[in-house]
């Protein structure tokens, strides 16, 4: 029996996983609209609105999936996208 509850727990826990990841990549989505807003043909105000609520669904759905997905898997990630670590990567690369 517990291991049925085992089970279901980590079930539960890896739809949060996948729930978060999704929101992540939305927050994704939400920037690319913002870059494109600017060059839509429509009033300054409707640019200035859209752009800034872009903004903020980018920021609501990035801090909800971090939350669901947890710290490990944000801190993992982040270090892929670390400029020091490319860096680092093409100097090994070009000294071998």
Do not use: C
């Amino acid at each position: 029996m517990e291991l049925i509850n085992n089970t279901i727990s980590l079930m539960k826990k890896n739809r949060f996983i996948q729930f978060g990841i999704i929101l992540i990549l939305l927050s994704g989505v939400a920037f690319a609209i913002m870059l494109l807003i600017p060059f839509l043909n429509m009033e300054n105000k409707y640019k200035v609105l859209g752009s800034t609520s872009a903004i903020v669904a980018m920021e609501i759905l990035f801090w909800t999936g971090s939350l669901l997905v947890g710290k490990q898997l944000i801190s993992k990630y982040k270090s892929y996208l670390d400029p020091k670590r490319w860096i680092e990567k093409i100097k090994r690369k070009l000294m071998n």
